[in-house]
Each structure stands twice: as C-alpha cells, then as structure tokens.
C-alpha cells in the first residue's frame, strides 16, 4: 500500500493504487538505483517484503539493522531532509515499516531512521503512539480511496506538483486551469498553466517495413535483421514504440522485452490498415468511469459537438491558408461557403447522427478543396475524390496509408492513458476500427497527415516507383511507404503550440495530451478537450 503517496498528495495515492499509474522519471530511476550504489549493505537485511493481517498492508523493507542494540527499520532517501526534521510522508513510510519489521521479528521497533543523502544527515523517526495514531488513520484513508470510483482533485500546493513524476498523467496545471476557463480571456490569459506535460517523447518509434524483416532481442538491444541478412541494433531504452509493416516478424522474446519495458508494439497490414497491438492490463478505475459517462446522451452530444466544430474549423482554416499560399481563392471559394454553412450548423444539430451529417458534408466539400490546392503538373499525384476501399489514385493510397499510421498514434495514446477504445462517443460502431479511436483521429486528419501530404506532392517527392497499380487499384510500394512514413514521423516531432493552454508541444505528445484531457471531461475536470486550432 503506497502510504508513502498518500502522505504526499491523496491524487498521487489514487493514480498509483487504485489506477495502477506507473511513470518512471529521472528521479524514480536516481532513487531505484541510490540503494544499490550508495548503502552499505553490511549486515542488514535487505529487501524483506513482509505483510501485516493486523494491519492490513505490506511492504518491502528496503534495509533493516541493530543499532545500540535494539532493531531499527532505516529507509534512504535521494533528496533533501526538512531541515533538521524529516517530511511526513517519509516518517509514515519508515513508521509502517517499523510495524512490519516488529511482526516479523516479534520485537519492539521503536525507531526508525531516514537517511537522506542529499543533505548528508540521519533523521531519527520515533515509533511512538502518535506515530502508530497516524499510520491507522492513514491506513482507514487509503482504504476509502481505493474503494471510490472518484479520483481525488489536485492538491492545492502546487510546489508538490512540479516533482511529482506523475505529473505528465495528472496534468494538475491543466485541471486548475480548466477550473477557471469560463473566465474572461484577459483574467485567463494571466492564469495559463506551468508546463508540466513534458514537450516530447524523446524515445524513437521504430518501423520495420521489410516483409521479411525480423526483431528479436538481444539481452537490453533490440535487433533488426532484414531481408538480406544484415542487422541493426538498438537499445531497448532508446525505444517508444515497434511498428510491424506487413508480413514482418517479431519474436515472443521481443514481445515479453517491449511489454516489460513500456515499448508498444503494433502490427499494420501491407495494405496500411491497423491490424492490432499490445495494451497492458490496467485502468480499472478509467474504463468504468469511461463507461458510466459515455451512457450520458447529454455528454455524448456535448463532446461531439465540441470534436465536430473543430475539425471542420481546422479543415476551413487550411483551405484559407493554402489557397492563399498558392493564389487559388477564387477555385475554392464555392467549398468554403459550403464549409462555412456546415460549421453553422453544429450549433443547431440535437443529435450525434445530425452532427455526423454536417461533418460529411463539411469533409467532401474539404476534398473537393484540397484537389484544387494540387500542382496541376503533378500527374502520379493526381486527386479524383476521396476513395477509401480500394484508393482509386495515388493520392488517395497515399491519404489512406497515412491515416493508417495516424490511427495506429491514437490507439498508442489511448492505450497509454487506459481507456477503452472500442467504447467511443462520435462515431458508430460499424466497421472493425475502435470508436474512440476513430473519434481522437477527427482532431489530427489535417495537421498531421493531410498538410504534410499536399506540401510533399506540392514539392514533387512522389513518383512512379512510390506506386502499386493494380487494374483500378493503386496502393503504395515499399518505396512510397517509407517516403509515407519520413513524411508521418517528421510531422509528428514538429512542434505546436496549445491555443488554450499556451505551451508548445510536439504533435505526438499533443495526441496523448487530447486523450488525457478528453478523459478528463468526465472526471470532474472538463473543459479543455478538442480546444486545439490552427492559425487562421
């Protein structure tokens, strides 16, 4: 029982505990690795993971020893002590493993000590009936909590915030933000959050495009050995994500490595179509919250509103903005008017199917937009209309691929933050593609698949060989894959900044911050979600 968390902040608790939230930092790696670098490990029991019935928690004793004769639990710590003291949340720890060691060993173990290397001192932590006091109301509160389907707010002192590792997943800046995003835009604007939400993801995503291209694992590396024979390692660290392209293959030992090292690993046809991926078992707590919410018809329509606005808005902003860019207002301006009209309409749609309809009208006056903003010389490029099954040009095999790979950033961005992507709120279940993920791919479609395309089209990349013919069927090759593939990733560590929230981030951190903030919406912390637009 994570009591060390509670005594901290009663949210970190709920996140840990009850949500089973894991994120290692910089300083959760300093501290894992402090006892095995830095302590004297001379006759002292060492990692004892003991529990308690009476109690009714354990814990894992990290070091236990007899000074002036009597057994005394001794607990490290990386940081700093409170001055000559040492901080509560570190006496409760120390005390609970006091209590531990005093079953385990039936002796007394009226003390405890906190040795905090930073500061280069002992602290001493009396096992007394005060601290026993504490420790059982504590351990009454953690139960409480694990029992709630209710995630505590955030904590009203914000300095406990900036070293918490969990607060990428908490985002305790953007719910205090959210709290007061009904004000006038002035008195926001001086309330805009802390970056707390890290910029990037600095881990590679790795993509085996090669059929007969295999991974496997070698002790911390992951090897690539490609159709000739030659191969490339990689260290397992350095690694986000692995993305298998067609028949390529990956071993169980790969499979066991990744899922044990948070790598997603993520299967896509030749084709481009998402085909599967690893989720780890977690997010109990979310996914009946999500469930609860989403059977909400007023909140359905709510964020479906809200998602829908904003893609036909950024649709509309990038049509004004190219067709400047390339002096071709007057070819689209017949589709802006009808885009114009749709984006009107949303207001008055009282119904998820009415809202669906706007947006399909919005999306194929959007397409007949974008193929007057080609090059007109561009002729393996060329766009006849949307077609999706099978793509009927290469632009369209081209637009199909990339919402592939888009769907499959989404799915790893719901995965991470624990949701449930088969139980959405905008789209109907109909098709094998998940709901939810679908509904997070309506907020990305134009930034990061469709502007990166027309620029490189526009820049004449695509040729012949980037193409697959087949009678009326056009799908790319392995060439146009990978010129797919550079063109996907280089958007997706380009950097943007959140109107609302004010701080820029890449766009693969914006897709998990949309999902993190979308979950937020149904608890207690909404208002944030589906704000993101492009300059006009």
């Not at 392209?245 to 990744?258: D, L």
């Not at 997010?283 to 919410?293: C, D, E, F, K, T």
Request: some cysteine; charged content about 30%; proline content about 3%.
């Amino acid at each position: 029982m994570a009591l060390h968390a509670l005594a901290y902040c009663e949210r970190l608790f709920y996140l840990e505990e009850v949500e089973e939230t894991r994120v290692a930092d910089q300083r959760v790696h300093a501290g894992r690795t402090l006892h095995d670098a830095e302590v004297d490990k001379n006759r002292e029991w060492q990692s004892l993971e003991l529990s308690s019935e009476e109690w009714g928690f354990r814990g894992k004793v990290d070091f236990a020893r007899y000074r002036d004769g009597r057994l005394v639990a001794v607990e490290h710590k990386k940081g700093r002590s409170k001055g000559d003291d040492a901080w509560e949340s570190d006496k409760l720890q120390v005390t609970a493993y006091a209590v531990l060691l005093s079953e385990h060993f039936d002796k007394p173990v009226p003390e405890g000590r906190i040795r905090y290397h930073a500061s280069n001192r002992t602290v001493r932590v009396s096992v007394d009936d005060a601290a026993l006091d504490r420790l059982r109301r504590s351990v009454i509160r953690a139960r409480e909590l694990s029992l709630s389907l209710e995630r505590p707010p955030v904590t009203d002192n914000e300095n406990l915030c900036t070293k918490c590792s969990l607060a990428p997943v908490c985002l305790p800046e953007e719910s205090r933000f959210a709290a007061v995003i009904d004000m006038t835009d002035d008195a926001a604007s001086l309330l805009k959050p802390r970056r707390l939400f890290p910029k990037d993801d600095a881990r590679r995503v790795l993509h085996v495009v090669d059929r007969d291209a295999q991974v496997r694992r070698a002790g911390l590396q992951l090897v690539v050995r490609n159709s000739t024979g030659e191969e490339k390692k990689y260290p397992g660290m350095d690694v986000g994500a692995i993305i298998l392209h067609g028949s390529a293959q990956i071993t169980s030992q790969a499979i066991h490595f990744a899922a044990g090292n948070d790598i997603a690993v993520h299967w896509i046809s030749g084709g481009g179509w998402y085909v599967g991926g690893v989720a780890p078992p977690a997010g109990v707590q979310r996914r009946l919250r999500q469930y609860q919410a989403l059977q909400d018809d007023k909140l359905r329509l709510r964020l479906s509103r809200r998602l829908a606005e904003a893609k036909i808005e950024n649709q509309l902003r990038f049509i004004v903005r190219q067709s400047r860019t390339r002096n071709a207002r007057d070819k689209v301006e017949v589709f802006l008017d009808a885009i114009r009209n749709e984006l009107q309409q949303i207001s008055r749609c009282k119904d998820a199917a009415a809202l669906r309809g706007c947006e399909g009208i919005a999306a194929r006056s959007y397409f007949s937009a974008l193929a007057q903003l080609l090059d007109p010389s561009e002729k393996h490029m060329v766009f006849s209309g949307r077609s999706r099954r099978p793509p009927r040009d290469g632009f369209n095999a081209a637009l199909s691929f990339g919402y592939g790979l888009l769907y499959r950033e989404v799915m790893a961005a719901i995965i991470a933050v624990g949701l449930d992507s088969t139980f959405g709120f905008f789209h109907a279940p109909r098709t094998a593609a998940h709901p939810l993920a679908l509904d997070l791919m309506e907020l990305f479609r134009t930034t990061l698949w469709d502007m990166p395309l027309i620029a490189s089209v526009n820049r004449r990349q695509w040729t012949g060989e980037h193409l697959s013919i087949s009678k009326k069927q056009v799908w790319l090759s392995d060439e146009g894959k990978r010129l797919a593939i550079s063109l996907f990733e280089q958007r997706k560590q380009e950097t943007w900044k959140h109107p609302v929230l004010g701080y820029s981030l890449s766009y693969t951190r914006a897709i998990e911050l949309e999902a993190r903030l979308l979950e937020k919406e149904w608890s207690g912390e909404e208002g944030l979600f589906a704000r993101m637009r492009l300059r006009g």
